[in-house]
């Protein structure tokens, strides 16, 4: 296990969420087949651990601002379920009314700024938050998740600086599924990327993304880092990505045989469960009521997205402009 110690209500949370997670994202690539959802999709699944590993220890006033591959950070920071599946439906009764879809799913009152379609987007959004609170004498912190290709931009260089300069409230989740779409970072990223935090005198932490345990701990140590007023800290988080980079991607640049083999030894599912399990924390009857639960809520989702109405055309210029 870790040095931290979570409660069994803790645990029984951070399983909900990361299954939640995992029902929700296999069930919109099935529901992408039916052609009823608009645009296309980009897929959480097998990052489960790291959304929630880092949510578990935020509360509503802090803010987090995301990447293309937003619904896991979404359901992690606490967005109504079906509210998200409206939206990607493209419903009225979408938290955005339908008209962010999957890649702009926001909800300013659980402290979710946004998924973005811009790849570095988050870094920025996550600063100004940050400063927000520093400004005001706030306790708040802020996540900024982006991936492997994000980290190459200039948004994100930028902003890690400024967070330093300015010991800002922030911490930068890297997710590093080893692509940036089809791109190998291997091939794009030169060095470490925690390199890149120590160049900068930032704190740093490199994590296996597919223990959940491992992403908390660190998680912590930094969230309470930026809460003392010392600092960003920079989370390097290795973790698979079970689809391909969006729902038309065919994936072929990784073979059958490697896919099978991460699904099999990197899934942060069973290896949750088989830690708590021998460790007598959970049982297995609990952890599949659990189961059983997520998948009857995700049905219920899919159903109210279904049969929800499709936006009033008089919508149409509601919404574009902030009115101060």
């Not at 949370?13 to 608009?38: H, N, T």
């Not at 990327?193 to 160049?199: P, S």
């Not at 600092?231 to 391909?244: D, N, S, V």
Request: glycine residues 12%; hydrophobic residues 40%; charged residues 25%.
């Amino acid at each position: 296990m870790t040095g931290l110690q979570l409660s069994r209500e803790e645990l029984l949370k951070a399983y909900r969420l990361m299954r939640m997670i995992r029902v929700f994202e296999d069930r919109v690539s099935a529901e992408m087949a039916s052609g009823d959802i608009p645009g296309n999709t980009h897929l959480y699944a097998g990052q489960e651990a790291s959304a929630v590993g880092i949510c578990l220890h935020l509360s509503e006033s802090d803010r987090i601002a995301s990447t293309h591959r937003g619904h896991g950070h979404c359901i992690a920071k606490g967005c109504d379920v079906d509210g998200m599946m409206a939206e990607i439906f493209g419903k009225d009764t979408g938290i955005c009314r339908g008209k962010g879809g999957s890649m702009h799913i926001a909800d300013l009152s659980k402290g979710m700024l946004g998924a973005n379609g811009i790849v570095g987007g988050a870094p920025p959004i996550a600063c100004g938050a940050a400063l927000t609170s520093q400004i005001l004498g706030r306790n708040d912190v802020s996540v900024a998740f982006t991936g492997d290709g994000g980290i190459n931009q200039g948004t994100t260089a930028e902003s890690m600086n400024l967070a330093q300069v300015w010991k800002l409230p922030v911490i930068f989740a890297v997710e590093d599924n080893g692509f940036g779409e089809a791109t190998a970072s291997s091939f794009v990223v030169a060095g470490e990327i925690t390199k890149r935090a120590e160049a900068l005198g930032m704190a740093f932490a490199k994590v296996d993304g597919v223990d959940f345990f491992a992403v908390h701990e660190a998680a912590g140590e930094a969230v309470e880092r930026a809460r003392r007023g010392e600092g960003p800290t920079l989370l390097h988080i290795e973790t698979p990505r079970y689809y391909g980079h969006f729902s038309g991607d065919p994936d072929n640049y990784r073979t059958a045989e490697e896919k099978a083999a991460m699904r099999r030894d990197r899934d942060c599912l069973p290896r949750f469960r088989r830690r708590v399990t021998e460790a007598k924390l959970l049982g297995l009857d609990e952890l599949d009521k659990v189961d059983a639960e997520v998948q009857a809520a995700i049905d219920q989702a899919v159903a109210s997205a279904r049969s929800a109405p499709q936006p009033a055309l008089s919508s149409l210029t509601t919404d574009v402009y902030v009115r101060y």
